[in-house]
């Protein structure tokens, strides 16, 4: 089976979590309480190098990628709605490896519960974002 994956789709489903990122993580929302459970002050985040951000953006342009291409495996299989099979998949993907990763990753490391959720939201907001990108542009 030959999967074609949508390039500019999986560009923009990447870019996304970059906008996500910044409201997600900006005073309006969980700024303040995501630096207070992880020990940090905001002078700990002024000057701070480019590389977590490009990082981050590979990152998510890999997980982009991986998402379409899995939505295409998905939707041949159960043959719904291209959107409806990638946000299926998206949420599967999401339940399956993130969640469950950083879960594990985070009792370990005695995270308080309130930043768990906080990074476990925003890893299902910006999933099932690059889900409806690439859903809606097949």
């Given at each position: 089976m030959n999967v074609e994956v949508n390039y500019l789709a999986v560009s923009l489903a990447g870019l996304v979590s970059m906008p996500i990122g910044y409201i997600w993580y900006s005073p309006a929302f969980f700024a303040k309480p995501w630096m207070k459970y992880r020990g940090l002050k905001s002078s700990d985040l002024e000057?701070?190098?480019?590389?977590?951000?490009?990082?981050?953006?590979?990152?998510?342009?890999?997980?982009a990628y991986v998402l379409a291409h899995v939505a295409v495996l998905s939707n041949s299989y159960f043959g719904h709605s291209f959107l409806q099979d990638t946000l299926s998949t998206a949420f599967w993907l999401w339940l399956g490896f993130t969640a469950?990763?950083?879960?594990?990753?985070?009792?370990?490391?005695?995270?308080?519960?309130?930043?768990i959720a906080i990074s476990l939201g925003y890893e299902l907001?910006?999933?099932?974002?690059?889900?409806?990108?690439?859903?809606?542009?097949?």
């Open positions: 000057g701070g190098s480019p590389l977590p951000y490009i990082l981050t953006l590979l990152a998510s342009l890999i997980t469950a990763r950083l879960l594990t990753h985070s009792l370990f490391d005695r995270d308080d519960w309130r930043l907001v910006t999933i099932m974002a690059m889900g409806l990108i690439i859903g809606l542009m097949k």
